[in-house]
């Protein structure tokens, strides 16, 4: 079980990555529907508004993330301190420990790596995970913001009832090329059709592979909410949770935060 696991949060990681890889992908453009432009829009203003988002230029939180198996048991925890340039180019650096081991995931801009207590790995594998991680998690902690990043395909597909009974909105996306490099995983995003609100997500990757998050809480910092207590779950297909795969809780978001000049900077050697 905890090999498959691992292997669904390698997808997820990986998913998540690939489609906001922001550098490459400026001059691409968004493609919606007015429907779903509608959408987006009101629900960027009801966390706080595009252009309070656009002013940020760095961002970092504490994340602590559980993993259960299908019977509810806890096979993996782990606690994560993540520090990001926004702007102007995109850097990142993330510290944890786990099992006595320290570990950094950094990327400086160009090449992403991970130092595993002290030493720079140099196995693909690691140098994935620095790169995954890095970019993933920006990317689930930036919702609904990032809906309106470059490349970004978005088409209503009309109101549902959620599995717990609560209406949404529901908001079909995907990446242009070149915005990422896996064009076929699509995201479908549910909003409360009154407020706006970000409620929930489904996602898939290939034929019968879905996940389902529930976002259940925001912390309101630097005039925006943003995204803390998330739940995962598998799913059978759109809109069809079965069981808890995980959560995870953003805390302690702060933007804006100084960093000295060197702060991502990859260190030398092995």
């Not at 919606?32 to 760095?58: L, N």
């Not at 993540?82 to 990142?92: G, S, T, V």
Request: charged content about 20%.
């Amino acid at each position: 079980m905890i090999d498959k696991l691992t292997a669904f949060f390698s997808i997820i990681f990986l998913v998540t990555a690939t489609s906001c890889n922001q550098n490459k992908s400026a001059s691409l453009p968004v493609n919606m529907d007015d429907s779903s432009r509608v959408i987006i829009d009101r629900a960027i203003a009801y966390a706080g508004g595009y252009e309070t988002w656009q002013q940020k230029k760095t961002l970092s939180f504490d994340k602590h993330s559980i993993s259960y198996d299908s019977t509810g048991k806890v096979v993996r925890e782990v606690k994560q301190h993540f520090d990001y340039m926004l702007k102007p180019e995109f850097r990142a650096k993330v510290v944890y420990t786990f099992n006595d081991t320290t570990f950094m995931l950094g990327h400086d801009g160009q090449i992403a790596r991970k130092i595993i207590n002290g030493k720079v790995s140099t196995e693909q594998k690691d140098i994935d995970q620095a790169w995954n991680s890095s970019f993933g998690s920006q990317f689930v902690i930036s919702m609904p913001y990032k809906l309106k990043d470059p490349g970004i395909n978005a088409e209503y597909l009309g109101q549902l009832i959620m599995n717990d009974g609560t209406p949404a909105q529901v908001v079909k996306t995907f990446y242009t090329k070149g915005a990422g490099s896996n064009p076929g995983h699509v995201w479908y995003y549910y909003f409360d059709p009154g407020t706006g609100k970000l409620l929930a997500n489904s996602l898939t990757w290939e034929k019968n592979k879905w996940d389902f998050t529930r976002y259940i809480t925001f912390e309101k910092t630097g005039g925006l909410l943003m995204p803390a207590l998330r739940k995962s779950y598998a799913a059978d297909s759109l809109n069809k949770p079965t069981w808890q795969v995980s959560e995870s809780t953003h805390s302690n978001i702060t933007f804006d935060k100084e960093f000295p000049s060197d702060y991502f900077k990859i260190p030398d050697g092995e």
